[in-house]
């Protein structure tokens, strides 16, 4: 059991990962118009808990995988939307 808990934490990290990699090389090929970056901004914006943190699966607590975190963040940065992500996060005064 305990093996299978740790395959599926390692899945969301590989997926946000193949994430980021094919939006990484969209972005180098100028065609991240092929992305529907409302939709996947939405679900990578999921991630974020209250605390402004960001958590690598739902029901863990913020920023305990930073590979995810790192993911995540970034994938927003490509496509422009890191505006998805609360104010405390991104360090905003508000």
Known sequence: MQGLLV????????TLFAVFVCVAALAILD?????????????????????GGLNGRPEKLEDV????SLFDVQTQ??????QLLGSVFIGNPE
């Open 65 to 68: 995988c930073s590979y995810s």
């Open 7 to 14: 395959w599926s934490v390692d899945v969301l990290v590989l």
């Open 77 to 82: 940065y490509f496509l422009g939307l890191l």
């Open 31 to 51: 065609r991240l118009d092929e992305v529907d970056d409302q939709t996947l901004g939405w679900w990578l914006a999921e991630r974020q808990l209250p605390n």
